[in-house]
């Protein structure tokens, strides 16, 4: 793999897509026309005008890096990436497909023969085969195996083996190897001859005799030693490693903690097995971020902006659904009030203030924890603190809001009682939403489930069924 | 500055918290002892197992990273954090400074003086200490700035005027530069006179006699390549380059697709001005997801999590604010039909149900448009599809999840009018939080704000009121 930013020209991506959606609106207009005074279209397809703007189109595509088809190709509707992706030249096809999201390749997949895909698979690194793998037909993943060799063949096997939030599932076998014993002249020399290093190399890996890393020797330092120095005595010999089986998430933080650009990974005999990046572990924060934020709007993946309906609402029903269930627990707490409610109709209108003020000060607490869990911030001997923390928070803002909510509604509803019950339901709620957003985030992370996802959820419904239960059942015993 | 984490040895942050928080723990002990038989504290201070608990720390202390030391302080409540951080060499806290959160930031740079706080900075990078200056008190930063030299004042200087979110606040001015017409060779031998080269030094950059840019030269292409080829022969020159005044998220945008290690930044007449590393562009896609995060639990900054319940309470209370007045507006909605309320109190148990899908299926909504918007995937050519896809989708949930309400209505309160109005209701609903989502984020972009941070309150607001006038207002006139 070279890095084809090194080698093409580098204009702003906006413009580029709006050079192609220029050229293909020019397209539609010839065949609009065409369809109108009903030429026929074999004709059109001869015709030179025609041609024109495809042929542009192509010489366009074939000057962008593979990054930026992937993002015109992603804004794009389905008809319009159809014409695009015919376009793109085959090679670079592998390339493409591993840059856009995963509703994006999967369009795109659909639209090609399993010859295409082999050869575009074939193309790539053998990390990046691994990668693309689980969202290929079955025959053309077995076609793809055939046609690697054995070396090849089991890179991919041990890449796929590994859960792709794993180490494993992230690193490449992309990296130069280096003894210990030789001189730097002789690893700049041996450097010469490769050629061309892996994309990202800032060190070598220096492995002994059984393939066990005993160091790494920076790019850096072989350039500022003395060329008559020993690998040995330049390198360092207690770097940053991994383990296939670490989590993602661990190695990201090693990364961004000890600013790494490469680093080694090796198996539990210390055996070299692979390499990971920092280009692959940026990609992974930011794609985790954003499944992050998806999530918390209850969408289980990416969503391509142009799917059919109906694969988007099935992919927000998990969600709606479940918010349908403890919108109904919540409903039913109410229902158990209603004669309070035939009674004095105010506490309708005043009950959703008490659960809606619980639910955001809960996900502000559950937020905090989640975040503070996630960074390993939190432990046995501070969680009381913290804890405490949140239930002295919830006093204060209870006491504050609860008294301006109290005088509001003394204000709206000229009956006093009615106001004390407000401000007291209003410190309570606050009081259950400091509780439920602390304790939520734990108890997900116990059933083994994203925090992220599950606590707004299980916070929401605790302080919305909580408010009406405490809202409710102290009118009805102080007012009524 | 130098990479630590090359010549540091390296085991779990997570390990060496343990031996620290045991080293704290042994040294309480030893404290309460001491206090619990009254004895005099100087005696204490001169005791030897005393010292030996510090001393040790100390050590252990020494031999982390930084960012290590930064993870620990984070995880400590406020009295063991200061004793840590009285115990850190002195030389240190300029790195560690830097490395810990913003609310952590406060309370170390508030135990220290000024003399020390000048120290530390004094041992940064200029753009490092640009970074610091903000929270810094004023008469450090001046004294700061009278110990630099000119140059590097200038650089601070510089670093200040730009915008913390533009390429000009996350560059550095740590480059090595070569002209285009010596060679490899002698280029080789330059470095090696340096004797040390950046932090994630890549590629030199190529300048000519007025230092503007030329190209760049990458350390790979330097070592596979004939030493007597010429620096013009060898470079690529048309590299991807910044300038200061870019957003920070379009780098970092470009970082990401191009698989960037470092890029130039150059002012309008091309001249290089700057550098951008990886490791910086990491950190601030990190911060921005975790902002994100924050912003939409509306926590207005990261929380240190021991700050005092007042501070914490403060930066809630904007948020807090906010819905208490969005939801008094919905309170007002319902208050109109307490008339219809009193009638069927059934009314304000279903109601809440209609309101809360509403909510989380705009938001599902809003959320794939922000992050449309943030990758730059909406414009003008596709957004009416994606309205109208939106549309499609709450038409086909609203139909399903409507059914299933008025349904369930039917079968709860026996009442199929009832029924019937919760179906229609709950349809009308997400049809209204389709159009929310979708026009929510592209307002409060308009008026300059965050999206993420508005579109949330905004569209649960609309969905709020509109999904009780909607339910309340047919009721009141299909069923009373």
């Given at each position: 793999?070279?890095?084809?930013?090194?080698t093409?020209?580098?204009?702003?991506?906006e413009?580029?897509l709006?050079?192609?959606?220029?050229?293909l609106?020019?397209?539609k207009?010839?065949?609009s026309?065409?369809h109108?005074?009903?030429?026929?279209r074999?004709e059109?397809?001869?015709?030179l005008v025609?041609?024109?703007?495809?042929?542009?189109l192509?010489?366009?595509l074939?000057t962008?890096?593979?990054?930026?088809?992937?993002?015109?190709?992603?804004?794009?509707?389905l008809?319009?990436?159809?014409?695009?992706?015919d376009?793109?030249k085959?090679?670079r096809?592998?390339?493409?497909?591993l840059e856009?999201?995963?509703?994006v390749r999967?369009?795109?997949?659909?639209?090609?023969d399993?010859?295409?895909?082999?050869?575009?698979a074939?193309?790539?690194?053998?990390?990046?085969?691994a990668?693309?793998?689980?969202?290929?037909?079955?025959?053309?993943?077995?076609?793809?195996?055939?046609s690697?060799?054995?070396?090849?063949?089991?890179?991919?096997e041990s890449?796929?083996s590994?859960?792709?939030?794993?180490?494993?599932?992230?690193m490449?076998?992309?990296?130069?190897?280096?003894?210990?014993?030789v001189?730097?002249?002789?690893?700049?020399?041996?450097?010469?001859?490769?050629?061309?290093?892996?994309?990202?190399?800032?060190?070598?890996?220096?492995v002994?005799r059984?393939?066990?890393?005993?160091?790494t020797?920076?790019?850096?330092r072989m350039?500022?030693?003395?060329?008559?120095?020993?690998?040995?005595?330049?390198?360092?010999?207690?770097?940053?490693?991994?383990?296939?089986s670490?989590?993602?998430?661990d190695a990201?933080?090693?990364?961004?903690?000890y600013?790494?650009?490469?680093a080694?990974v090796?198996?539990?005999?210390?055996?070299?097995?692979?390499r990971?990046?920092v280009?692959?572990v940026?990609d992974?924060?930011?794609?985790?971020?954003?499944?992050?934020?998806?999530?918390l709007?209850?969408l289980?993946?990416?969503?391509?902006l142009?799917?059919t309906?109906w694969k988007?609402?099935?992919?927000?029903?998990?969600?709606?659904?479940?918010?349908?269930?403890?919108?109904?627990?919540?409903?039913?707490?109410v229902?158990?009030?209603?004669?309070s409610?035939e009674?004095l109709?105010a506490?309708a209108a005043?009950?959703?203030?008490?659960?809606?003020?619980?639910?955001?000060?809960?996900?502000?607490?559950?937020?905090?924890?989640?975040?503070?869990?996630?960074?390993?911030?939190?432990n046995?001997?501070?969680?009381?603190?913290?804890?405490?923390?949140?239930?002295?928070?919830?006093?204060?803002?209870?006491?504050?809001?609860?008294?301006?909510?109290?005088?509001?509604?003394?204000?709206?509803?000229?009956?006093?009682?009615?106001?004390?019950?407000?401000a007291?339901?209003?410190?309570?709620?606050l009081?259950?939403?400091?509780?439920?957003?602390?304790?939520?985030p734990?108890?997900?992370?116990?059933?083994?489930?994203?925090p992220?996802?599950?606590s707004?959820v299980?916070?929401?419904?605790?302080?919305d069924?909580m408010g009406?239960?405490?809202?409710?059942g102290l009118?009805?015993?102080?007012?009524l």
């Amino acid at each position: 793999m070279t890095d084809p930013h090194e080698t093409q020209a580098h204009e702003p991506v906006e413009d580029s897509l709006r050079q192609v959606m220029d050229l293909l609106a020019r397209h539609k207009l010839v065949e609009s026309l065409v369809h109108k005074q009903a030429m026929p279209r074999h004709e059109l397809v001869e015709s030179l005008v025609h041609k024109q703007h495809l042929v542009e189109l192509t010489k366009k595509l074939d000057t962008l890096h593979p990054a930026d088809v992937a993002y015109i190709l992603e804004t794009l509707p389905l008809e319009e990436r159809m014409l695009v992706w015919d376009l793109v030249k085959a090679d670079r096809d592998g390339d493409i497909l591993l840059e856009v999201s995963d509703a994006v390749r999967e369009s795109l997949i659909a639209a090609m023969d399993n010859r295409e895909l082999v050869a575009a698979a074939a193309s790539l690194d053998t990390d990046e085969i691994a990668d693309l793998a689980p969202d290929l037909p079955k025959d053309v993943v077995q076609e793809l195996m055939k046609s690697l060799d054995q070396a090849k063949r089991a890179q991919v096997e041990s890449s796929l083996s590994y859960d792709e939030d794993s180490v494993g599932g992230l690193m490449d076998y992309d990296f130069v190897t280096i003894r210990a014993d030789v001189t730097l002249e002789v690893a700049l020399r041996y450097l010469r001859f490769l050629s061309e290093l892996p994309p990202h190399t800032d060190k070598l890996f220096v492995v002994d005799r059984d393939g066990r890393l005993t160091g790494t020797l920076p790019l850096k330092r072989m350039l500022v030693h003395d060329p008559d120095a020993h690998v040995a005595a330049v390198m360092s010999d207690d770097p940053v490693l991994f383990h296939p089986s670490d989590p993602a998430s661990d190695a990201a933080q090693a990364f961004e903690r000890y600013d790494l650009v490469t680093a080694p990974v090796v198996d539990a005999q210390n055996r070299l097995v692979g390499r990971l990046t920092v280009d692959v572990v940026l990609d992974f924060i930011r794609s985790e971020s954003e499944q992050d934020m998806l999530q918390l709007a209850g969408l289980q993946e990416d969503e391509d902006l142009f799917t059919t309906v109906w694969k988007a609402a099935k992919n927000r029903w998990l969600w709606l659904a479940i918010n349908l269930c403890t919108a109904l627990v919540a409903s039913r707490v109410v229902g158990a009030f209603e004669g309070s409610i035939e009674k004095l109709a105010a506490l309708a209108a005043l009950m959703p203030i008490v659960a809606g003020m619980g639910g955001n000060s809960g996900n502000q607490t559950s937020t905090l924890v989640v975040r503070g869990l996630a960074l390993g911030l939190i432990n046995k001997d501070n969680a009381k603190r913290i804890l405490t923390k949140e239930l002295g928070i919830a006093l204060l803002n209870g006491s504050v809001w609860g008294s301006v909510m109290g005088v509001v509604t003394y204000l709206l509803y000229g009956n006093a009682p009615l106001g004390g019950v407000m401000a007291a339901a209003m410190m309570l709620n606050l009081l259950v939403a400091a509780l439920a957003g602390y304790f939520a985030p734990s108890l997900i992370v116990r059933s083994g489930r994203d925090p992220a996802f599950g606590s707004a959820v299980l916070t929401t419904f605790i302080t919305d069924s909580m408010g009406f239960f405490i809202f409710l059942g102290l009118a009805t015993v102080v007012l009524l």
